[in-house]
């Protein structure tokens, strides 16, 4: 938890590239800019104090951020760091802008990285409340609040004494946890959280199997997928049930090249293929036994970025592998769309959402994906459909099918869908880690998983944020929204727009490039239904598609 998006760490190179050296042994706590800056911040942040114009409360936030980073760490960097989220708290709390709070919570979570550290503690809790109120929903103020404690009784366990930071961190929560106990989620929900810390290693197996409740039962390996090729490739281990993971990178064993491999502690091999030979960027997998119980290893042409990370119910670790890191391939970060990813959602056994009449999702967003493409051709632009047919595809290979084709855009088109049989309107999602509890219905939907496991899932994917991706995603996502309604409106009055959303959509996770999820309409809506089963409204979602991609290329 708490590492910082790319573009805060430019921001304080920039920074201090700018800054003059301090030379001697005068340190930046004594430095009469970093001073003011406090000093404006703890004015800015005292009972009744009057807020400035936003402009100078942001630059103040971000110029508390770059301190905190070139103090790099240790009480003084958790000081800037929990400073300048509040600065970026106190803000929302007033415009209720929601990128704002989302900018306190990264600065809280890595204020609260190091428990045992002074300030640390208190740092984490006042996140944990801050998700509670930007979700406004009190489960999740006790899942955070309950993530601190579990990662505070570790801290104290591994520092010396009773009254170490960490350990009167885990001691600090058990009160307002106490006070949130009608809110507690279920089991399962902990469980995830629990398994959650222990893959990336911030709590022990010894301290997440202690309990008279818990029986462990040792996790199996049931099957890996694999999709490769040049530029990248994605590894999808799966296991039937929840298990630790650690992450590693060697020499391969033919003596060239570098091996990424994920240890999976206490996991049995089960009937895996233990030697599998693939071409491109992962020239072969191998699945072996080990002491502490298995290992996936993976064999690489050359050097590569990795992001390693795991997703719920069911269980699966997934590898991710590509030559560049995201927005840092040929193309850079610029606005270039040569090719786009278009995925129909669902499809096969998976029809989806039904409409009152029985029109099935899966038949509109193939019918979509089939008007568009041909669209972005006469564009100039090529085209990879997830699904050309009424087939079952996974969410991971949807993904993996877009990062292999080196797509510059992903557009994942959907049919909404809710309980209430008057909810209509059109809606673009991205991927992100905080969550309503109107989107987390809706992501829970597409997954096909628990509303809980997909907020646990936004939570967990906090460190695998790319500030500048999410931006451009937001910008595209944007941009679509606003086309959508206008190419519908120009024939139906009453459309609705219901917005851009974020939730942690599977389908976007570990996506390369800009990517969005378009709610066309609700399937589940009488009105909209029949709408969505004429052709007439399809072509003008799939203009709607190629309009906004063309603004997102023209810099709009």
């Known amino acids: ?110 204020a609260g990285k190091d428990l045992t550290l002074r300030g640390a503690c208190d740092a984490a809790v006042r996140g944990a409340k801050l998700a509670g109120d930007l979700a406004m929903n009190a489960e999740t103020s006790y899942a955070e609040l309950y993530r601190v404690q579990r990662r505070g009784s570790v801290a104290g366990a591994e520092a010396d004494g009773g009254d170490a930071p960490g350990t009167l961190c885990g001691a600090a929560v058990e009160e307002p946890l106490a006070a949130l106990a009608p809110f507690r989620p279920p089991g399962p929900v902990l469980d995830a959280i629990d398994r959650g810390l222990a893959g990336e290693g911030a709590i022990a197996l010894a301290v997440l199997d202690a309990g008279p409740s818990r029986v462990l039962v040792a996790p199996r390996i049931t099957k890996i997928e ?12 799966h296991l039937d049930r929840s298990s630790r993971f650690r992450v590693g990178d060697v020499g391969s064993s033919a003596g060239q090249g570098v091996r990424t491999y994920v240890e999976l502690d206490g996991v049995e091999l089960g009937g895996t293929s233990r030697d599998t030979p693939l071409g491109g960027i992962v020239s072969r997998i191998v699945a072996e036994p080990t002491t502490t119980g298995s290992r996936v290893a993976l064999d690489l042409s050359g050097p590569a970025y990795r992001r390693v990370f795991h997703l719920l119910e069911p269980f699966r670790v997934v590898i991710d592998i590509a030559k560049h890191p995201p927005g840092s391939g040929p193309k850079g970060a610029g606005r270039a769309v040569d090719r786009i990813a278009i995925d129909a959602g669902h499809g096969g056994n998976d029809p989806g959402a039904h409409g009152p009449s029985g029109l099935k999702e899966k038949d509109v967003t193939l019918a979509v994906a089939h008007k568009l493409a041909p669209i972005l051709a006469r564009l100039g632009i090529q085209v990879a459909l997830t699904r050309d047919d009424d087939r079952y595809v996974t969410l991971e290979e949807r993904t993996a099918r877009a990062n292999a084709f080196g797509a510059d855009l992903f557009v994942s088109i959907h049919c909404n869908a809710a309980e209430s049989k008057t909810k209509r309107g059109v809606e673009t999602y991205v991927l992100d880690t905080t969550t309503s509890d109107m989107a987390g219905r809706v992501a829970a939907r597409e997954n096909a998983t628990s509303q809980a496991a997909s907020n646990e899932v936004a939570q967990l994917l906090a460190s695998m944020r790319l500030a500048d991706q999410s931006t451009r995603s937001t910008r595209f996502a944007e941009l679509l929204q606003r086309a959508g309604v206008a190419s519908l409106g120009t024939q139906y009055g009453d459309i609705l727009d219901g917005g851009v959303h974020r939730a942690a959509f599977y389908v976007l996770v570990g996506a390369r490039m800009p990517a969005v999820l378009f709610e066309t309409s609700y399937i589940s809506h009488a009105i909209e239904e029949q709408r969505l089963g004429s052709a007439d409204y399809q072509q003008r979602l799939a203009d709607a598609i190629a309009n906004a991609v063309k603004a997102y290329r023209e810099g709009r």
């Open 1 to 110: 938890m708490g590492t910082l998006p790319p573009r805060r760490l430019l921001f304080a190179l920039l920074l201090g590239l700018a800054a003059p050296s301090c030379g001697g042994t005068k340190t930046a706590d004594k430095d009469a800019g970093v001073e003011g800056d406090v000093a404006r911040a703890e004015a800015l942040l005292a009972p009744g104090a009057t807020l400035p114009p936003r402009p100078e409360v942001i630059t103040l936030g971000q110029s508390l951020e770059a301190l905190a980073l070139k103090e790099g760490a240790g009480a003084r960097a958790v000081e800037l760091h929990a400073l300048a989220a509040a600065v970026h708290e106190r803000i929302w709390r007033v415009e209720r802008r929601e990128q704002d709070a989302k900018e306190a919570l990264d600065l809280y979570r890595a």
């Open 226 to 237: 694999q999709w490769g090729g040049a530029e990248a490739a994605r590894i999808v281990v």
